[in-house]
């Protein structure tokens, strides 16, 4: 006996009965497994899978780039505050950038580079000088001409010597021997190279007490970036000119 299609049914697909759970068909208000429910909650029980630990980006994440070391980062930037740098990390920060602190050995190796130059050209100048009296056919007047040559290659060393450190850190922020070694001299406020006054004072201050007390304030001058517990290694001279000392390459 057959009945007319059912309008509702038009290919009379099997229904459940009323009241009893279809097998196989979604109940309203029954979660469907394996498909997201919209702000719902996984049933009990379910495996909860983290996305992250297969390798699937978050929202919003940024993958990281090549090479990130996230210590380095951390040293670099998580220890300090702007312009200060902790004693165990060996960086300062500076409006221009973050930087590694020069070690004493490389500052120390900078200026026995530097003293070698300046007694080079000492010593090629006193020939010079040297040569010039030995030559002179005024022999009576050897003595005085002598006396005099070595006073003008006092006061040529004496310029040389501050020329040497001055202008060069005034015009390019490191000496010869600094440059060899990878440093340079910035002003800590601005982080670029200090300007003549304070490349002067940087100069003068060791050279000035060194003259007062028989070059043993010079000596300690020099050797006072080892009692600087800020970890930046600036001596005195560096405090009295705003400076610190950094390694560039």
């Known amino acids: 006996m057959s009945y007319p299609p059912d309008p509702n049914n038009p290919y009379a697909q099997p229904q459940p009965p009323q009241g009893q759970p279809g097998y196989g068909y ?8 394996g498909y997201p429910q919209q702000g719902g909650v996984p049933p009990q029980g379910q495996p909860q899978y983290d996305q992250a630990a297969y390798g699937y980006p978050q929202q919003g994440a940024v993958p990281p780039q090549p090479g990130y070391d996230p210590y380095a980062q951390q040293a670099a930037y998580g220890y300090q505050q702007q312009g200060v740098a902790a004693a165990d990390t060996g960086f300062v920060a500076l409006p221009t950038g973050t930087f590694p602190v020069a070690s004493y050995g490389a500052r120390f190796g900078a200026r026995l ?3 070698l130059f300046v007694f080079v ?13 030995f030559s002179s056919s005024d022999s ?8 005099g040559v070595i006073f003008l290659l006092d006061i040529v060393m004496a310029a040389l010597f501050l020329a040497w450190d001055t202008v060069w850190v005034a015009l390019k922020g490191a000496t010869p021997g600094k440059m060899i070694l990878g440093l340079m001299v910035v002003d800590e406020r601005t982080g670029v190279k200090p300007n003549f006054g304070g490349s002067l004072v940087r100069w ?3 050279v000035g007490l060194g003259i007062f007390t028989c ?7 020099y050797i006072s970036p080892f009692f600087d517990n800020s970890g930046k290694l600036r001596g005195w001279h560096d405090k ?3 400076t610190v000392v950094i390694k560039v390459k």
Do not use: C
């Open 26 to 33: 979604p109940q309203q208000g029954q979660p469907q497994y």
């Open 113 to 115: 580079l530097d003293g």
């Open 140 to 147: 009576s007047n050897g003595g005085g001409l002598a006396f």
């Open 215 to 221: 070059g043993l304030g010079s000596i300690l001058i």
């Open 121 to 133: 050209i000492y010593l090629v100048v006193y020939f010079i000088g040297l040569a010039a009296v």
């Open 204 to 206: 003068g201050f060791p």
């Open 240 to 242: 009295a000119a705003n």
